[in-house]
Every structure is written in structure tokens, then in C-alpha cells.
């Protein structure tokens, strides 16, 4: 079974902190996906991550695709309220089917 | 542009009663189509996946199944519900190429009691 695992699985912080939350997997995709839902919602995509290696900047939130595509990273810079959420990575593994698999998420509490 | 509707947004349900959630989506011919189910507070189980009418891809063996009787509908029923079908479920649909990105509806909050 390919399995996305996430961590940690919850973090609360104060306003302005920084924080990186990882996703790892033991399989090789061929892409990332980072997504972020609200309570209530359904995720939305922040970014998809493609080439090994790969670093995404979306404002300050920054993602790095691992070298060998089993691995993602999300760091989060001066961490605002707004970025209160759960985070969520998944990957294809239908060999390009789109279909996706979901990591179970970092639940994302930031304090003012 | 396209969108996706999904309903109702809240359902309560006794046990062994049937259940059919509707999602539609606009905008955009011949779309991967997906349900998902995530436990409170946790990340997206597949249920099902469907790349054309009637064809239906079941992901985990459950008392759940999925129509998709036309190329923009896809619906998600159950005979008689249990207990363990409580959950927040999600519709979504992609353009079904690598790598495309998941548009996601806004859900239906399932209570079985």
C-alpha cells in the first residue's frame, strides 16, 4: 500500500513563528500536491510540485519536492491567523491517471 | 468557467435508511470525477473514481456504491447506511491528466444515527 504520512499532525503557534511540516512516503511519485482546507470546506491547491528537487515559493509559504520524488516539504514563514488550517499532501498513483492519494494532514493553529 | 455543485450540505440519516448524494459539475466536458470520504479532523479516504460514463472505480470495499449516469453527475448511494458511514464527504472532478490539480466541492456532512 503507498502511503502518504504526515507530521506532525497538529502544531499550534503564536503569531509571526515559522514552522515546516514534512510528508513522506517509502513509494516514488510523480508528483506532489499541497492543499489547505477549511473547517467545513473542501481543500483547495496551494501548489503541485513536479521535478525532484523542486522549490515552489507562494508568498511565504515554501514547498521543496525531495530529490528522489518520495518527499515534501511545506515551511511556513512569520506564520500569520490566516494561515490557521489543515494541510494536506497527496500524490498520483495511478501512473498519471490523476489519481490521488491523500496524506491524513497537519492541523495548523496559529494564535495571535 | 467551471464549478462543481455538490448537495445537500448536511444530512442526518438513521441506521438502514438509504442514502444518494448528488454532484454535478459545470463548465468542462468529460472530467475525472472522484468521492471521498475524511473523517472529522483528518485526511481524504478514496471511495470512488470514474474517467467516463459508467465506469466506476471502487477503492475500499464498503457498504457504499456510485452512478454515473451521465458525464457531469456522479452520485454516491447506499441500500441501508451504518453507523461507520458517518463522515464528511467530497465530491470532486479533475481534468484527469498527470499531475492536474483536484477542484473540490464544498461537501456533505453525513450523521448516521
Known amino acids: 500500500t503507498q502511503l502518504l504520512e504526515q507530521s506532525p499532525q497538529f502544531l499550534s503557534i503564536q503569531e509571526g513563528e515559522n514552522l515546516t511540516v514534512y510528508c513522506n512516503s517509502s513509494?516514488?511519485?510523480?508528483?506532489l500536491q499541497w492543499y489547505r482546507q477549511e473547517p467545513g470546506e473542501g481543500p483547495v491547491l496551494l501548489v503541485t510540485?513536479?521535478?525532484?528537487?523542486e522549490v515552489k515559493k507562494l508568498k511565504r509559504l515554501t514547498f521543496q519536492f525531495g530529490d528522489a520524488r518520495k518527499d515534501s516539504s511545506l515551511h511556513i514563514t512569520a506564520a500569520q491567523p490566516g494561515d490557521t488550517g489543515l494541510y494536506l499532501c497527496?500524490?498520483?498513483?495511478?501512473?498519471?491517471?490523476?489519481?490521488?492519494?491523500f496524506g491524513a494532514g497537519t492541523r495548523l493553529a496559529v494564535h495571535p | 468557467s467551471q464549478t462543481i455543485h455538490q448537495w445537500p450540505a448536511t444530512l442526518v440519516q438513521p441506521v438502514g435508511s438509504p442514502l444518494s448524494l448528488e454532484c454535478t459539475v459545470e463548465g468542462t466536458s468529460n472530467p475525472n470525477l472522484y468521492w471521498y470520504r475524511q473523517a472529522a479532523g483528518r485526511g481524504l479516504q478514496l471511495l470512488f473514481y470514474?474517467?467516463?460514463?459508467?465506469?466506476i472505480s471502487s477503492e475500499v470495499p464498503q457498504n457504499l456504491s456510485a452512478s454515473r449516469p451521465q458525464d457531469r453527475q456522479f452520485i454516491l448511494s447506499s441500500k441501508k447506511l451504518l453507523l461507520s458511514d458517518s463522515g464528511f464527504y467530497l465530491c470532486?472532478?479533475?481534468?484527469?491528466?498527470?499531475?492536474?490539480?483536484?477542484?473540490f466541492g464544498s461537501g456533505t456532512q453525513l450523521s448516521v444515527l
Open positions: 513509494s516514488v511519485f510523480s508528483s
Open positions: 510540485v513536479v521535478t525532484g528537487g
Open positions: 497527496a500524490g498520483d498513483i495511478s501512473g498519471g491517471y490523476n489519481k490521488l492519494i
Open positions: 470532486a472532478w479533475s481534468l484527469g491528466a498527470e499531475n492536474e490539480k483536484l477542484f
Open positions: 470514474s474517467v467516463g460514463i459508467g465506469q
